[in-house]
Nanobody, 124 residues
Framework: QVQLVESGGELVQPGGSLRLSCAASGRTFGGNAMGWFRQAPGKEREFVACINWSGATTYYADSVKGRFTISRDNAKNTVYLRMNSLKPEDTAVYYC?????????????????WGQGTQVTVSS
């Protein structure tokens, strides 16, 4: 089992920045690929970014490419999502997820553990 706890979500103005954190506990964190997903009201959950076990390979949704950066610190059992140039359409609950695999994936169906989510609201 891997337990995940997200933090860092808050209200921010358009153009602003946030850094989300996801702290993992339980089984070895370094063996898990990690992902960030988001769900806006009335919409399905969508892929945002993912990272493999070492941090060497990352993928991003087209909508966030160039603005968001995923990273991880295996010594701290934590994965991060740095979000810059935030837009109102980035407003959503952001979820951290872990796979029982070292390889990252864009598909939420391939993730085995999920956090409870953290709310990000982008509004003036």
């Amino acid at each position: 089992q891997v337990q995940l706890v997200e933090s860092g979500g808050e209200l921010v103005q358009p153009g602003g920045s946030l850094r989300l954190s996801c702290a993992a506990s339980g089984r070895t964190f370094g063996g898990n690929a990690m992902g960030w997903f988001r769900q806006a009201p009335g919409k399905e959950r969508e892929f945002v970014a993912c990272i493999n076990w070492s941090g060497a390979t990352t993928y991003y949704a087209d909508s966030v490419k160039g603005r968001f950066t995923i990273s991880r610190d295996n010594a701290k059992n934590t994965v991060y999502l740095r979000m810059n140039s935030l837009k109102p359409e980035d407003t959503a609950v952001y979820y951290c997820a872990a796979r029982r695999s070292v390889y990252n994936s864009r598909s939420d169906h391939e993730y085995d553990y999920w956090g409870q989510g953290t709310q990000v609201t982008v509004s003036s």
